[in-house]
């Protein structure tokens, strides 16, 4: 399983709540250095906590199961 794939598995561990509340995440680049750029959308795009669910829900997922990945960025 490359990288991506790792990554991807990752986030749907988060999809499902970030989804209940009308938002999702999409991975939108794995960077060769181990930059994950993500995107939150749909609420979680103009919610006022998105910062606060990149960092304590996205990235501490993506983290948790992928430790090449030194970095998660929003675009």
């Known amino acids: 399983m490359n990288l991506k794939e790792k ?3 990752a986030l749907e561990t988060v ?3 970030l ?3 009308g938002g999702n995440v ?3 680049e794995v960077t060769e250095c181990g930059v994950a750029k993500v995107r939150l ?3 979680c795009g103009c919610c006022p906590m ?6 304590n ?3 501490k997922a ?4 992928v430790p090449e990945i030194r970095d998660v960025q929003s675009v």
Not at 62 to 65: L, Y
């Open 7 to 9: 990554v991807e598995q």
């Open 15 to 17: 999809r499902p709540s």
């Open 19 to 21: 989804q209940a509340d």
């Open 26 to 28: 999409e991975l939108v």
């Open 41 to 43: 959308v749909g609420a």
């Open 50 to 55: 998105s910062a606060m669910t990149l960092q």
């Open 57 to 59: 829900g996205v990235t």
């Open 62 to 65: 993506i983290k948790d199961a």
